[in-house]
């Protein structure tokens, strides 16, 4: 596994250290700030205002510029991500089921969603632990999909799951129907390989990397969020950039 | 408001948002350091700065909080709208009171008295310029410690919505270099507490000044 993937292991999930808590008291918010339950006290009050600011703050027709081409990743520097122990392969029958509150629910071979129409976009990508990285992308806008199978409007919010070991992630349905989010099948102009999450990964301008699933099965459109992988252990939900 | 000659040497708001400030700041640049034990390399992925000396060093374990990733970014931004809220309160109350005229940096003002303090503290004058509440070198470093609370918060913006707020981006020059400022400016704080706190300790009235307010100046 890759070294930077290390660090995101929810270590001490459960363990506060005893200069968390001197210094929660400095805070004066003893016992209500606890790192290992975020969404609880004080730090779980402030995460809800924040994520209030980050959806007001969140612009849909605002693009993300694109970087010139200069500034591409170089090949193999690209970090490359997966909580499976090997890279996950996709089985030769794969396809991807959208289903949820649509009209028409439907199961989707690599073939059926390159006839979609076609976009792409040359992004800088925005890590949670801090580092940023460029490539380009192409593939289906989100957007196209839910035109296709007919969301409903009562679907506030889209879930993606994976064949990599069940990782998942829900978004808000603005972000997910935003101009630059893709489905994507391509990068850097080739179809997408298998570290970067083949056949199908989502990729987005307006949200952290650990929110854009890759190897994606399934995408539902859903009136309720359903957390993620990463997000029920205590990382931020929204994660919008 | 009180008019300005008849307040304390520090009046209670500014007395309240110093000590405020202490612990937040405490707060900020340690769950800041557990951030950036996640990822201790500046620049892109593929580009690592090459004039930063600390590639790939991450931040000793005493000086974080917050545990692990998620932890402390719960820590950062929930206390950093808790320092900008502060720091808004402070520079209000700088602005109405007419408190900005003794404490700002005035460079035709102070410029003078500045290089006259420096020159005393490095034994190059035997007296010290007179002064009032702060002399022209305080003012200095003062303010600078303002400009920097400024930089802190603006590039802490950027790397919090660099796409939200894409033209604050582009003015700091991209996420990567607001980035390496928002650690360079978090550097320069803490030199200027560790000057501070020698200098406080030197001269401990204005410790107890800044408990108490000091003397009216009618009492």
């Known amino acids: ?241 | 408001m009180s008019a300005p000659d008849s307040r304390r040497p520090q009046p209670w708001p500014i007395r309240v948002a110093h000590w405020v400030n202490v612990p937040l700041l405490v707060i900020m640049a340690m769950s800041g350091l557990q951030i950036l034990a996640a990822y201790p390399m500046l620049g892109p992925q593929g580009r690592p700065a090459g004039w930063y000396p600390l590639q790939g060093v991450p931040p000793p374990e005493w000086a974080r909080l917050g545990g692990w990733l998620a932890g402390a970014r719960h820590w950062h931004f929930a206390f950093a709208s808790l320092l900008v809220l502060n720091g808004a309160v402070y520079l209000l109350y700088l602005a109405l009171s007419g408190e900005w005229r003794g404490r700002l940096f005035l460079p035709r003002r102070d410029a003078r008295d500045a290089a006259r303090t420096l020159a005393f503290y490095l034994r190059l004058r035997k007296h010290a310029p007179g002064q009032g509440l702060y002399n022209g070198l305080q003012r200095l470093a003062y303010t600078g410690a303002l400009v920097l609370g400024l930089l802190a918060v603006l590039s802490g913006l950027v790397l919090y919505k660099p796409v939200q707020l894409g033209a604050l981006t582009s003015a700091l020059g991209g996420y990567d270099t607001a980035r390496a400022l928002h650690l360079g400016v978090l550097a320069c704080l803490a030199l200027f507490t560790v000057g501070h706190v020698v200098l406080v300790l030197l001269h401990p009235r204005s410790l107890a000044e800044m408990v108490t307010g000091g003397r009216k100046p009618d009492a």
């Open chain 1, 1 to 241: 596994m890759p070294s930077h993937v290390r660090v995101l292991q929810p270590r001490r999930l459960l363990r506060p250290t005893r200069r968390d808590l001197l210094l929660g008291g400095a805070a004066l918010c003893l016992p209500a700030c606890d790192s290992a339950r975020p969404r609880a006290g004080f730090l779980g009050a402030m995460e809800r205002f924040n994520a209030r600011l980050e959806a007001a703050l969140f612009d849909e027709d605002r693009l993300a510029p694109e970087p010139p081409s200069e500034e591409l990743t170089p090949p193999g520097a690209y970090p490359q991500y997966f909580i499976s122990e090997t890279v996950p392969i996709a089985p030769a029958s794969w396809t991807l089921r959208v289903g949820g509150l649509v009209t028409r629910p439907v199961l989707l071979t690599l073939e059926d969603l390159q006839r979609l129409p076609r976009s792409g976009y040359r992004l800088r990508h925005h890590c949670v632990e801090g580092w940023s990285a460029v490539a380009s992308w192409h593939g289906v806008r989100v957007r196209d999909l839910a035109q296709a199978v007919g969301a409903s409007p009562d679907a506030r919010f889209v879930e993606f799951r994976s064949f990599d070991s069940g990782y998942w992630s829900s978004w808000d349905r603005p972000s997910a129907l935003h101009a630059q989010t893709l489905l994507a099948y391509g990068m850097n102009g080739a179809p997408l390989p298998p570290e970067h999450g083949a056949p199908l990964r989502l990729y987005a301008a307006v949200k952290l990397g650990y929110k854009m699933v890759k190897y994606l099965t399934e995408v539902n459109f859903l009136p309720e969020p359903t957390g993620g992988y990463w997000e029920d252990q205590g990382y931020e939900w929204y994660a919008g950039v």
